[in-house]
Protein backbone atom coordinates (compact mmCIF):
# COMPACT_ATOMS: atom_id res chain seq x y z
CA UNK A 1 0.00 0.00 0.00
CA UNK A 2 1.14 3.31 -0.72
CA UNK A 3 1.99 6.36 0.36
CA UNK A 4 -0.70 8.31 2.76
CA UNK A 5 -1.47 11.76 1.71
CA UNK A 6 -0.47 13.98 4.96
CA UNK A 7 0.54 17.19 3.87
CA UNK A 8 0.78 16.33 -0.60
CA UNK A 9 -0.64 18.42 -2.78
CA UNK A 10 -1.30 14.82 -4.46
CA UNK A 11 1.36 12.25 -6.14
CA UNK A 12 3.56 12.59 -9.46
CA UNK A 13 4.04 9.74 -12.07
CA UNK A 14 6.44 6.84 -11.06
CA UNK A 15 6.52 3.92 -13.28
CA UNK A 16 5.24 1.41 -10.12
CA UNK A 17 2.69 1.28 -7.32
CA UNK A 18 3.36 -1.81 -4.86
CA UNK A 19 0.55 -2.83 -3.13
CA UNK A 20 1.61 -5.36 0.20
CA UNK A 21 0.36 -6.03 3.49
CA UNK A 22 2.50 -4.16 6.71
CA UNK A 23 3.73 -7.63 7.75
CA UNK A 24 5.93 -8.23 4.65
CA UNK A 25 7.79 -4.49 5.09
CA UNK A 26 11.51 -5.22 5.22
CA UNK A 27 10.91 -7.70 1.96
CA UNK A 28 9.57 -4.73 0.36
CA UNK A 29 11.87 -2.18 1.28
CA UNK A 30 14.60 -4.70 -0.04
CA UNK A 31 12.23 -4.36 -2.98
CA UNK A 32 12.04 -0.98 -3.32
CA UNK A 33 15.76 -0.50 -3.04
CA UNK A 34 16.63 -3.15 -5.40
CA UNK A 35 14.45 -1.17 -7.81
CA UNK A 36 16.03 1.88 -6.97
CA UNK A 37 19.34 0.91 -8.40
CA UNK A 38 17.70 0.02 -11.40
CA UNK A 39 16.73 3.38 -12.06
CA UNK A 40 12.93 2.39 -11.60
CA UNK A 41 11.04 4.50 -9.34
CA UNK A 42 7.90 3.03 -6.73
CA UNK A 43 5.05 4.64 -5.08
CA UNK A 44 5.21 2.86 -1.48
CA UNK A 45 3.61 3.56 1.52
CA UNK A 46 5.75 3.25 4.70
CA UNK A 47 3.26 4.61 7.21
CA UNK A 48 0.84 2.55 9.80
CA UNK A 49 -2.14 5.00 8.59
CA UNK A 50 -5.29 4.26 9.20
CA UNK A 51 -7.21 3.74 5.58
CA UNK A 52 -10.09 6.86 6.00
CA UNK A 53 -11.68 8.05 2.66
CA UNK A 54 -9.02 10.54 2.07
CA UNK A 55 -6.03 8.21 2.74
CA UNK A 56 -8.37 5.42 -0.13
CA UNK A 57 -8.03 8.59 -2.82
CA UNK A 58 -4.57 9.43 -2.63
CA UNK A 59 -3.95 5.55 -3.08
CA UNK A 60 -6.09 5.44 -5.75
CA UNK A 61 -4.63 8.60 -7.38
CA UNK A 62 -0.97 6.99 -7.68
CA UNK A 63 -2.94 4.06 -8.99
CA UNK A 64 -4.17 5.29 -11.79
CA UNK A 65 -0.57 7.72 -12.16
CA UNK A 66 1.38 4.28 -12.09
CA UNK A 67 2.30 2.64 -15.26
CA UNK A 68 2.69 -0.93 -13.62
CA UNK A 69 0.64 -2.35 -10.19
CA UNK A 70 2.49 -4.76 -8.54
CA UNK A 71 1.05 -7.16 -6.07
CA UNK A 72 3.32 -8.67 -2.96
CA UNK A 73 1.52 -12.11 -2.40
CA UNK A 74 1.30 -13.46 0.79
CA UNK A 75 -1.14 -14.99 2.86
CA UNK A 76 -2.07 -11.83 4.79
CA UNK A 77 -1.65 -9.37 1.87
CA UNK A 78 -4.50 -11.85 0.02
CA UNK A 79 -6.27 -11.45 3.06
CA UNK A 80 -6.28 -7.28 3.37
CA UNK A 81 -9.50 -5.63 3.34
CA UNK A 82 -7.89 -2.34 2.08
CA UNK A 83 -5.00 -4.41 -0.81
CA UNK A 84 -8.40 -6.21 -2.00
CA UNK A 85 -9.95 -2.74 -2.99
CA UNK A 86 -6.60 -1.69 -4.43
CA UNK A 87 -6.90 -4.53 -6.66
CA UNK A 88 -10.18 -3.89 -7.60
CA UNK A 89 -8.81 0.04 -8.70
CA UNK A 90 -6.53 -1.61 -10.48
CA UNK A 91 -8.32 -3.71 -12.32
CA UNK A 92 -11.10 -1.41 -12.93
CA UNK A 93 -9.03 0.98 -14.61
CA UNK A 94 -7.40 -2.35 -16.87
CA UNK A 95 -3.72 -1.23 -15.23
CA UNK A 96 -1.04 -3.68 -16.16
CA UNK A 97 -0.62 -6.45 -13.00
CA UNK A 98 2.48 -7.84 -12.03
CA UNK A 99 2.14 -10.46 -8.84
CA UNK A 100 4.89 -11.47 -7.00
CA UNK A 101 5.50 -14.34 -4.23
CA UNK A 102 6.88 -13.09 -1.69
CA UNK A 103 5.85 -16.25 0.81
CA UNK A 104 3.77 -19.49 -0.06
CA UNK A 105 0.49 -18.79 -0.34
CA UNK A 106 -2.65 -21.02 -1.39
CA UNK A 107 -3.33 -20.43 -5.12
CA UNK A 108 -7.12 -20.52 -4.25
CA UNK A 109 -7.37 -17.73 -2.26
CA UNK A 110 -6.11 -14.95 -4.73
CA UNK A 111 -8.33 -12.77 -6.44
CA UNK A 112 -9.03 -13.87 -9.95
CA UNK A 113 -7.10 -10.74 -11.20
CA UNK A 114 -4.05 -11.56 -10.34
CA UNK A 115 -4.84 -15.66 -10.29
CA UNK A 116 -4.79 -15.67 -13.93
CA UNK A 117 -1.46 -14.07 -14.04
CA UNK A 118 2.33 -15.32 -14.51
CA UNK A 119 3.87 -14.98 -10.98
CA UNK A 120 7.11 -14.05 -10.37
CA UNK A 121 8.66 -15.67 -7.22
CA UNK A 122 10.63 -14.12 -4.51
CA UNK A 123 10.44 -16.46 -1.84
CA UNK A 124 13.38 -17.62 0.39
CA UNK A 125 15.02 -20.33 -1.80
CA UNK A 126 15.08 -18.04 -4.80
CA UNK A 127 17.47 -15.71 -6.43
CA UNK A 128 16.24 -12.21 -5.51
CA UNK A 129 18.46 -10.53 -7.84
CA UNK A 130 16.98 -12.67 -10.62
CA UNK A 131 13.86 -12.28 -9.82
CA UNK A 132 14.24 -8.42 -9.74
CA UNK A 133 15.65 -8.98 -12.94
CA UNK A 134 12.86 -11.17 -14.39
CA UNK A 135 10.53 -8.03 -12.67
CA UNK A 136 12.22 -5.19 -14.90
CA UNK A 137 11.89 -7.23 -18.06
CA UNK A 138 8.06 -7.15 -17.86
CA UNK A 139 8.17 -3.57 -16.28
CA UNK A 140 10.19 -2.85 -19.63
CA UNK A 141 7.78 -5.04 -22.03
CA UNK A 142 5.29 -2.78 -23.88
CA UNK A 143 6.30 0.73 -22.21
CA UNK A 144 5.30 2.77 -24.95
CA UNK A 145 1.64 1.42 -25.25
CA UNK A 146 1.53 1.49 -21.24
CA UNK A 147 2.89 5.12 -20.81
CA UNK A 148 0.20 6.47 -23.05
CA UNK A 149 -2.31 4.24 -21.38
CA UNK A 150 -1.21 5.95 -17.85
CA UNK A 151 -1.28 9.24 -19.28
CA UNK A 152 -5.04 9.06 -21.21
CA UNK A 153 -6.02 7.51 -18.30
CA UNK A 154 -5.25 10.37 -15.75
CA UNK A 155 -6.30 12.94 -18.01
CA UNK A 156 -9.88 11.32 -18.91
CA UNK A 157 -10.22 11.35 -15.01
CA UNK A 158 -9.34 14.86 -14.90
CA UNK A 159 -11.79 15.35 -17.65
CA UNK A 160 -14.52 13.31 -16.12
CA UNK A 161 -13.88 15.52 -12.45
CA UNK A 162 -14.75 18.46 -14.29
CA UNK A 163 -18.26 17.85 -15.25
CA UNK A 164 -16.47 16.57 -18.89
CA UNK A 165 -15.73 20.19 -19.79
CA UNK A 166 -14.25 20.36 -23.26
CA UNK A 167 -11.59 22.57 -22.27
CA UNK A 168 -9.93 19.50 -21.18
CA UNK A 169 -10.51 17.83 -24.36
CA UNK A 170 -7.27 16.41 -26.36
CA UNK A 171 -6.29 18.57 -29.32
CA UNK A 172 -3.95 18.24 -32.05
CA UNK A 173 -1.03 16.11 -32.12
CA UNK A 174 -1.87 14.82 -28.54
CA UNK A 175 -5.60 13.87 -30.03
CA UNK A 176 -4.05 12.13 -33.35
CA UNK A 177 -1.67 9.77 -31.23
CA UNK A 178 -4.66 9.23 -28.64
CA UNK A 179 -6.97 7.78 -31.77
CA UNK A 180 -3.62 5.32 -32.72
CA UNK A 181 -3.28 4.28 -29.59
CA UNK A 182 -7.32 3.76 -29.45
CA UNK A 183 -7.30 1.60 -32.77
CA UNK A 184 -4.35 -0.55 -31.41
CA UNK A 185 -5.99 -1.33 -28.39
CA UNK A 186 -7.84 -4.67 -28.11
CA UNK A 187 -4.76 -5.75 -30.47
CA UNK A 188 -3.90 -8.12 -27.55
CA UNK A 189 -5.47 -9.12 -24.62
CA UNK A 190 -2.89 -6.85 -22.61
CA UNK A 191 -4.09 -3.74 -24.46
CA UNK A 192 -7.43 -2.58 -23.00
CA UNK A 193 -8.63 0.85 -22.70
CA UNK A 194 -11.61 1.45 -20.32
CA UNK A 195 -14.69 2.86 -21.10
CA UNK A 196 -13.83 6.71 -19.78
CA UNK A 197 -10.68 6.48 -22.31
CA UNK A 198 -12.90 5.61 -24.76
CA UNK A 199 -15.30 8.27 -24.25
CA UNK A 200 -13.01 10.93 -23.23
CA UNK A 201 -10.92 10.56 -26.88
CA UNK A 202 -14.47 10.48 -28.88
CA UNK A 203 -15.48 13.90 -27.22
CA UNK A 204 -12.23 15.29 -27.78
CA UNK A 205 -12.49 14.04 -31.46
CA UNK A 206 -16.19 15.63 -31.49
CA UNK A 207 -14.93 18.37 -29.92
CA UNK A 208 -11.94 18.97 -32.81
CA UNK A 209 -14.96 18.85 -35.33
CA UNK A 210 -16.98 21.71 -33.47
CA UNK A 211 -13.68 23.88 -33.84
CA UNK A 212 -12.99 23.04 -37.34
CA UNK A 213 -16.46 23.61 -38.60
CA UNK A 214 -15.97 27.07 -36.98
CA UNK A 215 -12.77 27.75 -39.04
CA UNK A 216 -14.11 26.28 -42.44
CA UNK A 217 -16.52 29.26 -41.68
CA UNK A 218 -14.49 31.56 -40.83
CA UNK A 219 -12.31 30.65 -44.34
CA UNK A 220 -15.74 30.87 -46.40
CA UNK A 221 -16.50 34.25 -45.09
CA UNK A 222 -13.00 35.29 -45.98
CA UNK A 223 -13.89 33.60 -50.12
CA UNK A 224 -16.29 36.91 -49.67
CA UNK A 225 -13.95 39.44 -48.78
CA UNK A 226 -10.33 38.78 -51.36
CA UNK A 227 -11.11 36.22 -54.00
CA UNK A 228 -6.87 35.39 -53.77
CA UNK A 229 -8.04 33.19 -51.01
CA UNK A 230 -9.92 30.70 -53.12
CA UNK A 231 -6.72 28.46 -53.67
CA UNK A 232 -6.18 28.47 -49.95
CA UNK A 233 -10.13 27.91 -49.35
CA UNK A 234 -9.85 24.48 -51.93
CA UNK A 235 -6.98 22.85 -50.20
CA UNK A 236 -8.46 23.82 -46.30
CA UNK A 237 -11.75 22.50 -47.81
CA UNK A 238 -10.58 19.46 -49.26
CA UNK A 239 -8.38 18.73 -46.21
CA UNK A 240 -11.20 19.06 -43.95
CA UNK A 241 -12.91 16.74 -45.70
CA UNK A 242 -10.65 14.58 -45.98
CA UNK A 243 -10.07 14.97 -41.76
CA UNK A 244 -14.04 14.88 -41.00
CA UNK A 245 -14.38 11.54 -43.30
CA UNK A 246 -11.57 10.57 -40.50
CA UNK A 247 -13.46 11.70 -38.00
CA UNK A 248 -16.52 9.78 -38.55
CA UNK A 249 -14.34 7.01 -38.76
CA UNK A 250 -12.70 7.33 -35.46
CA UNK A 251 -16.21 8.06 -33.41
CA UNK A 252 -17.87 5.21 -35.59
CA UNK A 253 -15.27 2.80 -34.25
CA UNK A 254 -15.83 4.34 -30.55
CA UNK A 255 -19.10 3.91 -30.69
CA UNK A 256 -18.72 0.37 -31.73
CA UNK A 257 -16.28 0.20 -28.21
CA UNK A 258 -19.00 1.74 -26.12
CA UNK A 259 -21.31 -0.48 -27.13
CA UNK A 260 -19.53 -3.31 -26.34
CA UNK A 261 -19.52 -2.06 -22.74
CA UNK A 262 -22.89 -1.38 -22.82
CA UNK A 263 -23.38 -5.17 -24.30
CA UNK A 264 -21.19 -6.60 -21.53
CA UNK A 265 -23.31 -4.73 -18.91
CA UNK A 266 -26.49 -6.29 -19.87
CA UNK A 267 -27.71 -2.76 -21.16
CA UNK A 268 -28.72 -4.40 -24.83
CA UNK A 269 -31.04 -0.87 -26.08
CA UNK A 270 -28.06 1.41 -25.50
CA UNK A 271 -25.37 -0.82 -27.00
CA UNK A 272 -27.92 -1.25 -30.46
CA UNK A 273 -28.41 2.42 -30.22
CA UNK A 274 -24.49 3.04 -29.80
CA UNK A 275 -24.23 0.36 -32.99
CA UNK A 276 -26.79 2.36 -34.74
CA UNK A 277 -24.85 5.68 -34.33
CA UNK A 278 -21.51 3.87 -35.53
CA UNK A 279 -23.31 2.79 -38.88
CA UNK A 280 -24.59 6.23 -39.45
CA UNK A 281 -20.94 7.84 -38.89
CA UNK A 282 -19.37 4.79 -40.99
CA UNK A 283 -21.63 2.70 -43.21
CA UNK A 284 -18.24 0.82 -44.16
CA UNK A 285 -17.65 0.20 -40.43
CA UNK A 286 -18.14 -4.03 -40.68
CA UNK A 287 -17.48 -4.09 -37.18
CA UNK A 288 -20.07 -2.38 -36.28
CA UNK A 289 -22.47 -3.90 -39.10
CA UNK A 290 -21.86 -6.95 -38.10
CA UNK A 291 -22.18 -6.79 -34.24
CA UNK A 292 -25.47 -5.19 -34.86
CA UNK A 293 -26.74 -7.84 -37.34
CA UNK A 294 -25.33 -10.54 -34.34
CA UNK A 295 -27.50 -8.38 -31.49
CA UNK A 296 -30.69 -8.48 -33.54
CA UNK A 297 -30.01 -12.11 -34.40
CA UNK A 298 -29.72 -13.21 -30.53
CA UNK A 299 -32.48 -10.63 -29.84
CA UNK A 300 -34.53 -11.97 -32.52
CA UNK A 301 -34.59 -15.41 -32.34
CA UNK A 302 -32.57 -18.24 -29.89
CA UNK A 303 -33.61 -21.63 -31.65
CA UNK A 304 -30.43 -23.61 -33.34
CA UNK A 305 -31.14 -25.36 -36.75
CA UNK A 306 -30.56 -28.30 -35.50
CA UNK A 307 -33.56 -29.44 -33.25
CA UNK A 308 -32.53 -28.71 -29.40
CA UNK A 309 -28.99 -29.31 -29.11
CA UNK A 310 -28.50 -27.10 -25.57
CA UNK A 311 -25.04 -26.13 -24.32
CA UNK A 312 -24.63 -26.86 -20.47
CA UNK A 313 -20.90 -26.20 -20.39
CA UNK A 314 -18.35 -23.63 -21.93
CA UNK A 315 -18.52 -23.12 -25.88
CA UNK A 316 -14.69 -23.68 -26.85
CA UNK A 317 -15.03 -23.00 -30.79
CA UNK A 318 -16.95 -21.58 -33.48
CA UNK A 319 -16.51 -22.28 -37.08
CA UNK A 320 -18.35 -20.59 -40.19
CA UNK A 321 -19.83 -22.53 -43.17
CA UNK A 322 -18.58 -22.02 -46.21
CA UNK A 323 -21.17 -20.00 -47.51
CA UNK A 324 -21.00 -17.91 -44.48
CA UNK A 325 -25.18 -18.52 -43.82
CA UNK A 326 -24.32 -21.02 -40.51
CA UNK A 327 -22.08 -21.00 -37.74
CA UNK A 328 -20.93 -24.48 -35.93
CA UNK A 329 -20.55 -24.67 -31.91
CA UNK A 330 -19.40 -27.24 -29.89
CA UNK A 331 -19.26 -27.41 -26.11
CA UNK A 332 -17.38 -28.53 -23.56
CA UNK A 333 -20.72 -30.57 -22.85
CA UNK A 334 -19.92 -32.99 -25.53
CA UNK A 335 -23.25 -31.17 -27.77
CA UNK A 336 -22.61 -29.08 -30.97
CA UNK A 337 -24.98 -26.12 -32.46
CA UNK A 338 -25.79 -25.41 -35.77
CA UNK A 339 -26.73 -21.53 -35.97
CA UNK A 340 -27.91 -19.10 -38.78
CA UNK A 341 -25.00 -16.54 -38.62
CA UNK A 342 -26.14 -13.34 -40.79
CA UNK A 343 -22.86 -11.35 -42.47
CA UNK A 344 -22.72 -7.98 -44.57
CA UNK A 345 -21.34 -8.76 -48.23
CA UNK A 346 -19.89 -5.99 -50.60
CA UNK A 347 -23.57 -6.36 -52.80
CA UNK A 348 -25.41 -4.92 -49.67
CA UNK A 349 -25.61 -0.89 -49.90
CA UNK A 350 -25.31 1.72 -47.94
CA UNK A 351 -28.94 2.38 -48.00
CA UNK A 352 -29.27 -1.44 -46.76
CA UNK A 353 -26.52 -0.47 -44.02
CA UNK A 354 -28.53 2.57 -42.76
CA UNK A 355 -32.02 0.22 -42.46
CA UNK A 356 -30.19 -1.62 -40.48
CA UNK A 357 -29.27 0.87 -38.24
CA UNK A 358 -32.93 2.19 -38.13
CA UNK A 359 -33.81 -1.60 -37.49
CA UNK A 360 -31.53 -1.75 -34.14
CA UNK A 361 -33.19 1.51 -33.15
CA UNK A 362 -36.87 0.21 -33.72
CA UNK A 363 -36.27 -2.94 -31.57
CA UNK A 364 -34.14 -1.77 -28.66
CA UNK A 365 -37.14 1.57 -28.40
CA UNK A 366 -34.04 3.72 -28.11
CA UNK A 367 -32.17 6.12 -30.54
CA UNK A 368 -28.43 8.28 -29.58
CA UNK A 369 -29.16 11.95 -30.00
CA UNK A 370 -26.66 14.85 -30.23
CA UNK A 371 -27.45 17.57 -28.06
CA UNK A 372 -25.27 20.75 -28.42
CA UNK A 373 -22.14 18.71 -26.40
CA UNK A 374 -24.24 16.09 -25.15
CA UNK A 375 -25.71 12.81 -26.26
CA UNK A 376 -28.42 11.55 -24.93
CA UNK A 377 -30.10 8.34 -25.59
CA UNK A 378 -34.12 9.21 -26.26
CA UNK A 379 -37.12 7.06 -26.44
CA UNK A 380 -39.13 6.42 -29.64
CA UNK A 381 -42.90 6.63 -29.76
CA UNK A 382 -44.97 3.51 -31.29
CA UNK A 383 -45.41 5.46 -33.99
CA UNK A 384 -41.91 5.99 -34.62
CA UNK A 385 -41.21 2.61 -34.71
CA UNK A 386 -43.87 1.17 -36.41
CA UNK A 387 -43.21 3.67 -39.17
CA UNK A 388 -39.48 2.16 -39.57
CA UNK A 389 -40.71 -1.58 -39.68
CA UNK A 390 -43.21 -0.37 -42.63
CA UNK A 391 -40.39 1.21 -44.25
CA UNK A 392 -38.50 -1.57 -43.89
CA UNK A 393 -40.83 -3.92 -45.07
CA UNK A 394 -41.74 -1.63 -48.34
CA UNK A 395 -38.15 -1.59 -49.04
CA UNK A 396 -38.18 -5.80 -50.13
CA UNK A 397 -41.52 -6.57 -49.94
CA UNK A 398 -41.15 -7.51 -53.70
CA UNK A 399 -37.83 -8.87 -53.44
CA UNK A 400 -38.16 -12.65 -53.09
CA UNK A 401 -34.58 -13.61 -54.42
CA UNK A 402 -31.14 -12.96 -54.77
CA UNK A 403 -31.32 -11.00 -51.22
CA UNK A 404 -27.93 -11.18 -49.31
CA UNK A 405 -28.02 -12.15 -45.75
CA UNK A 406 -28.28 -8.74 -44.89
CA UNK A 407 -31.34 -8.18 -46.60
CA UNK A 408 -33.09 -11.62 -45.71
CA UNK A 409 -32.55 -10.75 -41.88
CA UNK A 410 -33.77 -6.96 -42.80
CA UNK A 411 -36.83 -8.29 -44.33
CA UNK A 412 -37.73 -11.41 -42.08
CA UNK A 413 -37.49 -8.83 -39.11
CA UNK A 414 -40.10 -7.03 -39.57
CA UNK A 415 -42.65 -9.96 -41.36
CA UNK A 416 -45.90 -11.08 -39.35
CA UNK A 417 -44.12 -13.18 -36.57
CA UNK A 418 -46.81 -15.62 -36.77
CA UNK A 419 -46.59 -16.45 -40.36
CA UNK A 420 -42.81 -16.35 -40.83
CA UNK A 421 -39.92 -18.82 -41.03
CA UNK A 422 -38.29 -19.89 -37.95
CA UNK A 423 -34.76 -17.77 -38.78
CA UNK A 424 -34.17 -15.92 -42.23
CA UNK A 425 -32.67 -18.86 -43.61
CA UNK A 426 -34.69 -21.08 -42.64
CA UNK A 427 -37.93 -22.86 -44.91
CA UNK A 428 -39.55 -24.00 -42.00
CA UNK A 429 -42.54 -21.99 -40.38
CA UNK A 430 -42.55 -21.22 -36.92
CA UNK A 431 -46.02 -23.07 -36.63
CA UNK A 432 -44.28 -26.14 -38.31
CA UNK A 433 -41.66 -25.77 -35.92
CA UNK A 434 -43.60 -25.53 -32.92
CA UNK A 435 -45.49 -28.86 -34.13
CA UNK A 436 -42.39 -30.44 -34.41
CA UNK A 437 -41.58 -29.53 -30.91
CA UNK A 438 -44.77 -30.81 -29.63
CA UNK A 439 -44.38 -34.51 -31.34
CA UNK A 440 -40.77 -34.82 -30.14
CA UNK A 441 -42.61 -34.17 -26.84
CA UNK A 442 -38.38 -33.01 -25.12
CA UNK A 443 -38.57 -30.47 -21.95
CA UNK A 444 -36.05 -28.74 -23.67
CA UNK A 445 -37.92 -28.53 -26.77
CA UNK A 446 -41.01 -27.61 -25.46
CA UNK A 447 -39.06 -24.90 -23.62
CA UNK A 448 -37.45 -23.70 -26.97
CA UNK A 449 -41.08 -23.18 -28.48
CA UNK A 450 -42.81 -21.54 -25.54
CA UNK A 451 -39.62 -19.11 -25.84
CA UNK A 452 -40.59 -18.83 -29.67
CA UNK A 453 -44.65 -17.99 -29.34
CA UNK A 454 -45.10 -17.79 -25.25
CA UNK A 455 -49.20 -17.30 -25.36
CA UNK A 456 -49.34 -21.01 -27.32
CA UNK A 457 -51.60 -22.64 -25.03
CA UNK A 458 -50.92 -26.65 -26.49
CA UNK A 459 -47.36 -25.68 -26.60
CA UNK A 460 -48.25 -24.84 -22.80
CA UNK A 461 -49.92 -27.58 -21.82
CA UNK A 462 -47.47 -30.28 -23.58
CA UNK A 463 -45.08 -28.81 -21.25
CA UNK A 464 -46.66 -28.65 -17.91
CA UNK A 465 -47.93 -32.63 -19.16
CA UNK A 466 -43.85 -33.51 -19.77
CA UNK A 467 -42.87 -32.18 -16.13
CA UNK A 468 -45.75 -33.84 -14.45
CA UNK A 469 -44.32 -37.21 -15.51
CA UNK A 470 -40.92 -35.49 -14.91
CA UNK A 471 -42.03 -35.14 -10.92
CA UNK A 472 -42.91 -38.87 -10.98
CA UNK A 473 -39.99 -40.34 -11.78
CA UNK A 474 -38.50 -42.19 -9.22
CA UNK A 475 -34.76 -41.77 -9.38
CA UNK A 476 -35.50 -38.04 -9.50
CA UNK A 477 -34.07 -35.55 -7.00
CA UNK A 478 -36.92 -34.57 -4.43
CA UNK A 479 -36.35 -30.60 -4.58
CA UNK A 480 -36.38 -30.88 -8.64
CA UNK A 481 -39.14 -33.31 -8.45
CA UNK A 482 -41.10 -30.50 -6.23
CA UNK A 483 -40.54 -27.81 -8.60
CA UNK A 484 -41.20 -30.02 -11.57
CA UNK A 485 -45.04 -30.68 -9.57
CA UNK A 486 -45.15 -27.06 -8.99
CA UNK A 487 -44.36 -25.86 -12.76
CA UNK A 488 -46.54 -28.56 -14.31
CA UNK A 489 -49.56 -27.08 -12.39
CA UNK A 490 -49.20 -23.74 -13.56
CA UNK A 491 -48.62 -24.13 -16.50
CA UNK A 492 -51.74 -26.53 -17.50
CA UNK A 493 -53.69 -24.21 -15.68
CA UNK A 494 -52.63 -21.34 -17.46
CA UNK A 495 -53.00 -23.22 -21.18
CA UNK A 496 -56.67 -23.61 -19.74
CA UNK A 497 -57.29 -19.91 -19.29
CA UNK A 498 -55.27 -19.41 -22.85
CA UNK A 499 -57.49 -21.63 -24.30
CA UNK A 500 -60.47 -22.83 -22.22
CA UNK A 501 -62.87 -24.32 -24.95
CA UNK A 502 -59.32 -26.47 -26.59
CA UNK A 503 -60.16 -29.96 -26.19
CA UNK A 504 -56.75 -31.25 -26.34
CA UNK A 505 -55.73 -28.30 -23.90
CA UNK A 506 -58.43 -29.63 -21.55
CA UNK A 507 -57.28 -33.14 -22.01
CA UNK A 508 -53.69 -32.75 -21.02
CA UNK A 509 -55.03 -30.54 -17.91
CA UNK A 510 -56.88 -33.07 -16.66
CA UNK A 511 -54.65 -35.91 -16.65
CA UNK A 512 -52.04 -33.60 -14.80
CA UNK A 513 -55.02 -33.13 -12.25
CA UNK A 514 -55.45 -36.87 -11.58
CA UNK A 515 -51.15 -38.15 -12.21
CA UNK A 516 -50.59 -35.19 -9.34
CA UNK A 517 -53.55 -35.84 -7.15
CA UNK A 518 -54.16 -31.67 -7.18
CA UNK A 519 -57.94 -30.43 -6.59
CA UNK A 520 -59.30 -29.52 -10.33
CA UNK A 521 -60.11 -25.62 -10.28
Known amino acids: MPAAPGDQQGPRPQDIFISYSRKDKEFVRRLHEALNRRDREAWVDWEDIRPTEEFMQAIYGAIEGSDTFIFVLMPDSVAS ?40 FYRDSDDFEKATDELVSALDTDLKWVHAHTRLLTRAIEWNANGKNNSFVLRGEDLRSAEQWLAQAGAEKDRQPTALQTEYIIASRKAAAR ?145 LAELAEATSGVALETVGQAENFTLLTPEQIEATR ?39 TVSEWLENRIKEGTVEGLRAALQVDPANARVTAHLGRRLADQALEEDSDPDEARRARGEADFLTSRALKLAPDNDEVKKLRDEVIKLLELKAN
Open 390 to 428: EKIAAKYARMSSGLTPLQRLLKWSVSDRRNRTISPFSQV
Open 211 to 355: RQRITLGAVTFALVVAIALAVVAFFAEAKAKDQTKKTSEAASRGNVSLSRYSKEGGKNAQALAQLAQALRLNSENREASGLTAAMLTQLSWHVPLTDSMWHKNVVHSAQFSPDGQRVVTASDDQTARVWDAVIVTDKDTREDILL
Open 81 to 120: VVCGREIEHAAAHNKRMVPIVAREVNADTVPEALAKLNWI
